[in-house]
């Protein structure tokens, strides 16, 4: 185990143990058997120990926007909103324990709002330019920032709070629901896809259907 | 002017003069001319005296939606956010004198999110009931209310930055792009619309086409 694993283990089960603010940075060092300065090099702050994969998160989304086209601009943002959940579920148990935490502890509720503001800035970034950068299509960008981060914590506190049994398939039906909302076809215009795939069309048809919004 | 009115104004100089840390509530008090219980009687603590209007606004928006009908629920939830958006400018310079503070002061800016969370709590109460409370329409209306409310914070952050001449005619043009995404007519749809006006139709036409989506 890294430094930095231990020390985040170590600042989980105090705050569970004693609560947050009980718990001093000391507290935290000496259980994960790692002195002060190496705490003060892997985090700014005791509140950053709940959330140690923050950055490493946001280069990730940065480094799928990076990837895109102006065709896969869409894809790439809910991808990006994809690597997070998918990070929360990996997670588990830890992820239910921040969840718990950041409901009751202002401190730790304030840098999670901090957090995903930075996510939803680097969207709406992101499609802004995507989009022009124009002064017309600033809402616009706002608007689908902000409704992809929030179809994003719905599927997640669904899932935190023990609602959902398949979150990553709640979360492509949302992102479905999402983007539909800013990309519906007008009456003439249709696209035509042409994929290849190895997979069973019995199998993939239905959930073809589904997609496309046609009934079965 | 109310003991109210002169903690606020009082409140708002010194935090302009001082800043807001180095203001107490017994220097608030003190130049209003106002006794410390009157204070707490009236705000429940410091960082509050700088929205003193938070729990009429939301009242007013409460009493705009309780009116709607079905038919004119999702103009009653845009109502209500122009409601606050009118309040905002009816104050004038107090109101970009609490966006400084805002940006400026962590204490401000959580209570601030904690208000807008309440606005938009309160629009996806009311859309999800609007749309029958199940389960398989609670993110349309969270993504309704978070469209809602960032449309209106856009525009409200263009005023307050001195970017919007005309604000409510923006708010206006952001909400029908806002409510568009969610009430886009399929192929086979169609609405008449029926009302009474005492205006100038030669005015009121090009507009009416704007609404409407149609190149004049």
Do not use: C
């Not at 940065?62 to 998918?86: K, M, N, S």
């Not at 304030?110 to 002064?135: K, P, S």
């Amino acid at each position: 185990m890294t430094a930095k694993e231990r020390l985040v283990e170590a600042a989980f089960s105090l705050f569970a143990e004693r609560g947050y603010d009980q718990t001093t940075v000391d507290d935290i060092t000496e259980r994960a058997g790692v002195g002060r300065t190496t705490f003060f090099r892997t985090f700014r702050a005791k509140e950053d120990v709940i959330f140690p994969d923050h950055e490493v998160l946001l280069q990730a989304i940065e480094a799928r926007l990076g990837g895109a086209t102006e065709q896969t601009a869409l894809l790439a943002v809910t991808e990006g909103a994809r690597l997070v959940l998918r990070h929360y579920l990996a997670e588990g148990e830890r992820a239910r324990t921040r969840y718990r935490l950041t409901r009751s502890v202002p401190a730790l509720r304030d840098r999670e709002i901090a957090g995903v503001q930075q996510y939803q800035r680097l969207f709406r970034g992101f499609l802004h330019d995507w989009m022009g950068g124009g002064e017309d299509t600033a809402l616009r960008a706002e608007l689908m920032a902000g409704a992809v981060v929030t179809a994003h914590n719905h599927v997640l506190r669904r899932w935190l709070s023990g609602r959902a049994d398949d979150p990553l398939r709640e979360f492509d039906a949302a992102m479905a629901e999402t983007v539909g909302l800013f990309t519906a076809a007008g009456e003439d215009e249709a696209s035509i896809v042409v994929f290849r795939t190895k997979k069973d069309l019995n199998a993939l048809l239905p959930e073809l259907n589904r997609v496309l919004g046609r009934n079965p």
